[in-house]
């Protein structure tokens, strides 16, 4: 079992930056991708962006150019720097990694863009 928490969340004013974190129980040297999705109130988990166990990334259309995934593996430690924030960007923001057929989890952190 693998467990991913999530940290960072806050409230912030549109405009403003965030950092999330997302520690695993475990290496993430090897895991072959590692993801951050958000999910609004009243809407559907979306998927915001995707690191790869080689650095390669993926961004979401609606969070290209202000987002930035990274991974720190001597930290087994995911990160979303998150910039310009808009009021739309509030979710509560959860990290994602697939070994093989296991598809895990973190609880989830909330982001809070005010206008």
């Known amino acids: 079992q693998v467990q991913l928490v999530e940290s960072g969340g806050g409230l912030v004013q549109a405009g403003g930056s965030l950092r999330l974190s997302c520690a695993a129980s475990r290496t993430i040297v090897s895991v072959l991708f590692m993801g951050w999705y958000r999910q609004a109130p009243g809407k559907q988990r979306e998927f915001v962006a995707a690191?790869?166990?080689?650095?390669?990334?993926n961004y979401a259309n609606s969070v290209k150019g202000r987002a930035t995934i990274s991974k720190d593996n001597a930290k087994n430690t995911m990160y979303l720097q998150m910039n310009s924030l808009k009021p739309e960007d509030t979710a509560v923001y959860y990290c994602?990694?697939?070994?093989?057929?296991?598809?895990?989890w973190g609880q989830g952190t909330q982001v809070t863009v005010s206008s």
């Open positions: 994602n990694m697939l070994m093989g057929r296991a598809d895990y």
């Open positions: 690191i790869t166990s080689g650095f390669s990334t």
